[in-house]
């Protein structure tokens, strides 16, 4: 059985690999976080969702589209303003 590809719910990163996963206070691994934004049930940085979108945007030559095309980092810190508040963490309510 095929699982939904799941999403770091704070930066985006595709969570595929057991150690992609952050993981809660008894070391369980989290479901919605990565491990580089969550470790011991709490986040390991303390920031705002534009100061996320600044960091991640450093990598922008690892993202690609549809046709394997990378992003400029204008190109991706647009689309990371659309699509990170969706994130849980992000999410207003």
Same mark, same amino acid.
């Not at 930066?11 to 011991?40: H, I, L, N, R, W």
């Given at each position: &059985? *095929?699982?939904?590809?799941?999403?770091? #719910?704070?930066?985006?990163?595709? &969570? #595929?690999?057991?150690?992609?996963? !952050?993981?809660?206070?008894?070391?369980?691994?989290? !479901?919605?976080?990565?491990?580089?934004?969550?470790?011991?049930?709490?986040?390991?940085?303390?920031?705002?969702?534009?100061?996320?979108?600044?960091?991640?945007? #450093? +990598?922008?030559? #690892? +993202?690609?589209?549809? *046709? !394997?095309?990378?992003?400029?980092?204008?190109?991706?810190?647009?689309?990371?303003?659309?699509?990170?508040?969706?994130?849980?963490?992000?999410?207003?309510?």
């Amino acid at each position: &059985m *095929n699982e939904e590809m799941k999403f770091c #719910q704070s930066c985006g990163m595709p &969570m #595929q690999a057991a150690g992609d996963f !952050g993981t809660e206070t008894d070391g369980s691994p989290s !479901g919605e976080y990565c491990v580089y934004c969550y470790k011991g049930g709490t986040f390991t940085a303390a920031c705002t969702m534009e100061e996320m979108i600044r960091h991640c945007a #450093q +990598f922008h030559e #690892q +993202f690609r589209d549809e *046709n !394997g095309k990378s992003y400029t980092f204008e190109e991706s810190v647009t689309l990371m303003r659309e699509y990170f508040p969706t994130l849980k963490r992000w999410k207003k309510d």
